[in-house]
């Protein structure tokens, strides 16, 4: 079993900046694709970004240019360095991992979600 905790989140004026991580941890063997996702009031989860083993990254257009994904794959981290927020930005953010488990079966997990709020 893999588990996820995401952190970093809270409230923010526009135009701030926050950090979330998310730490994977349990019955890992290896990590491949991350990914951040977010989920406004009301609406569906969209993704925000992804980031493969070996550190290539994309993003949704709405947030080229303002966010960063990166990873620690020592550590089993993924980072969103979310900068310049928009209250547009507010949402339930969760990070996803897909990989093999040390039984050498596939996973993919998701976080409990972290709250971030954009305040105008």
């Known amino acids: 079993q893999v588990q996820l905790v995401e952190s970093g989140g809270g409230l923010v004026q526009a135009g701030g900046s926050l950090r979330l991580s998310c730490t994977a941890s349990?019955?890992?063997?290896?990590?491949?694709?991350m990914a951040w996702y977010r989920q406004p009031p009301g609406k569906q989860r969209d993704l925000v970004a992804t980031?493969?083993?070996?550190?290539?990254?994309a993003y949704v257009d709405s947030v080229k240019g303002r966010f960063i994904i990166s990873r620690d794959n020592a550590k089993n981290i993924v980072y969103l360095q979310m900068n310049n927020l928009e209250p547009e930005d507010t949402a339930v953010y969760y990070c996803?991992?897909?990989?093999?488990?040390?039984?050498?079966?596939?996973?993919?997990?998701w976080g409990q979600g972290t709250q971030v709020t954009v305040s105008s």
């Open positions: 996803n991992a897909n990989g093999l488990g040390i039984t050498g079966r596939p996973f993919q997990s």
């Open positions: 980031i493969s083993g070996g550190g290539n990254a």
């Open positions: 349990g019955s890992i063997f290896s990590i491949g694709a």
